[in-house]
């Protein structure tokens, strides 16, 4: 079993509508929590850095953390064309520096 | 002005060649990253940098070997390349500590070992 496990899709949803991403894990010394968006044959970016558990919203982006269940979400509202992507959820422990364990990402698509 | 660079951007060589990434911030950042992406973009962390001292090295063969001549800078050279190398390598950066898990990545270099 992998350490963080994410649905690989793809995904493909009608623009304007809200997009709920999701990741869990095993590894409970996880405390941060990042998701990242990856255009094609481009590098990824960060979008979200959370600590611990609780809610985070930027714009039209919010990421929750639910450490009982070792589970995290990245809602996306309205969603446009331009956020097709792959979005991948990150997390580490915290100790130093830092070691970033990847899901595999979702592959999204916005339909106009 | 690009944050982290890569070069080349693509690769493509005969398998047993030996070949070289070069990674360049201007971030001012003093901690610096080589992850390798496969083909179903799994993303997996290979080394880390901290001002020019390896910190991270995962499980990979000995025939990849990290060079960072300063903290701005951090080469990843491949010898004797094997299909299984091909790949998406990224380079990326951070200010490391209690900041490293906010990491800039570059762009990518395309790997492909035939």
């Known amino acids: 079993q992998k350490e963080v496990e994410q649905d690989p899709g793809p995904l493909s949803v009608p623009e304007g509508a809200i997009v709920s991403l999701n990741c869990t894990y095993s590894?409970?010394?996880?405390?941060?929590f990042m998701w990242y968006r990856q255009y094609s044959r481009k590098g990824p970016e960060l979008l979200m850095y959370?600590?611990?558990?609780g809610n985070k919203e930027d714009g039209r982006f919010t990421a929750q953390v639910d450490k009982s269940s070792k589970y995290i979400s990245l809602f996306i509202r309205d969603s446009q064309p331009s956020d097709s992507a792959t979005y991948l959820c990150a997390m580490s422990a915290g100790f130093g520096n830092e070691k970033l364990t990847f899901g595999t990402g979702t592959r999204l698509t916005i339909i106009p | 002005d690009t944050a982290v660079s890569q070069t080349p951007k693509y690769l493509v060589t005969q398998m047993g060649n030996d070949k070289s990434i070069k990674c360049e911030q201007n971030?001012?950042?003093?901690?610096m990253y080589w992850y390798k992406q496969d083909s179903k973009k799994f993303l997996k962390i290979m080394f880390s940098y901290n001002n020019k001292e390896l910190i991270i090295n995962e499980t990979v063969p000995n025939r990849f070997s990290p060079k960072s001549p300063d903290k701005a800078h951090l080469n990843l050279h491949i010898n004797s390349l094997e299909l299984g190398d091909s790949a998406v390598y990224f380079c990326?950066?951070?200010?490391?500590?209690?900041?490293?898990?906010?990491?800039?990545f570059g762009a990518g270099t395309r790997l492909s070992v035939l």
């Open positions: 990326a950066s951070s200010l490391g500590g209690r900041r490293g898990n906010i990491q800039y």
């Open positions: 971030l001012g950042h003093d901690t």
């Open positions: 590894n409970s010394a996880f405390q941060y």
């Open positions: 959370t600590y611990s558990s």
